[in-house]
């Protein structure tokens, strides 16, 4: 099974649009992820994808009447072509019986499109805690997911220690992973290299090689992952500056690094 570490455009948007392709491609990442680019932008978009040789992962954002925003912004993203679709789908206050009604709904569209779609176990989503997502899973056969698993650590206000079941069936359903360091207080470390981090590093590499070995064993070709880190707002700063405590694209080039370090062990 091949690595495939894509770069998120998140923390990039200060940069020329030409800019951040060329720099994504000149550090060796295999694509980008991003929200689909707006109308006005779409054909650069287009033409950069193609001029630096970089696959793609859409990002989709339901609101509103959730499945036919889903519908509609699933069948844009089909047109470009992206390696999958990263969902941030439903919402933690729906009722179940509305979100189960979405699921089962986003599934069959994904089966319409022909484009794997991993739904994000993101805060303010259906998928915020692990026995919410549990549930979810076992009432919706085929409904896969992005593991970001930070969030659950955030919510839960622990390194998961006692969600060994919930996590094993999350991480066999689990198809692309966001690769961020969460904590028991937060969603993001200040940079996962940090000793003092070192347990919350442990503990989601442990979850990352449990996922990279379910999908080996379920005969993918590859997997992708983006170090997901984000700019201020999850990046820490300093106090009346917002000078961040660390820069944000060392802190994903080192978390590529970390990654195709340990690939191959984890393959293993």
Not at 82 to 103: G, M, R, T
Not at 190 to 210: G, I, K, M, Q, T
């Amino acid at each position: 099974m091949k690595l495939k570490i894509f770069k998120a455009l998140w923390g990039m948007e200060h940069l020329p649009l030409d800019q951040q392709f060329k720099l994504i491609s000149e550090a060796g990442y295999a694509g980008i992820e991003s929200p689909m680019p707006e109308h006005a932008n779409e054909a650069l978009f287009r033409k950069l994808l193609k001029e630096y040789g970089l696959e793609y992962n859409a990002m989709v954002f339901t609101d509103g009447d959730h499945k036919e925003s889903f519908k509609q912004q699933v069948e844009r993203a089909a047109t470009f072509s992206p390696v999958l679709i990263n969902a941030h789908s439903s919402k933690d206050d729906a009722p179940y019986e509305e979100q189960l009604e979405f699921y089962r709904y986003a599934v069959d569209v994904e089966r319409s499109v022909g484009i794997p779609v991993a739904h994000e176990t993101h805060r303010g989503r259906a998928m915020f805690t692990p026995w919410a997502t549990e549930q979810l899973l076992k009432d919706v056969p085929g409904l896969s997911l992005c593991a970001d698993f930070s969030h659950w650590c955030n919510v839960c206000e622990s390194l998961l220690e006692n969600q060994g079941e919930r996590m094993k069936l999350a991480s066999e359903r689990s198809i692309h992973i966001h690769s961020r360091v969460g904590h028991a207080e937060g969603p993001q470390v200040n940079h996962p290299a940090a000793p003092e981090h070192a347990s919350a590093l442990v503990a989601h590499s442990v979850w990352w090689r449990d996922i990279i070995r379910n999908r080996r064993d379920q005969g993918a070709e590859f997997l992708t992952v983006v170090p997901e880190f984000g700019p201020p707002g999850y990046l820490q700063t300093l106090p009346f500056t917002n000078q961040p405590v660390s820069d944000l694209w060392e802190v994903c080039l080192w978390m590529k690094g970390y990654i195709e370090s340990q690939w191959d062990e984890w393959l293993a």
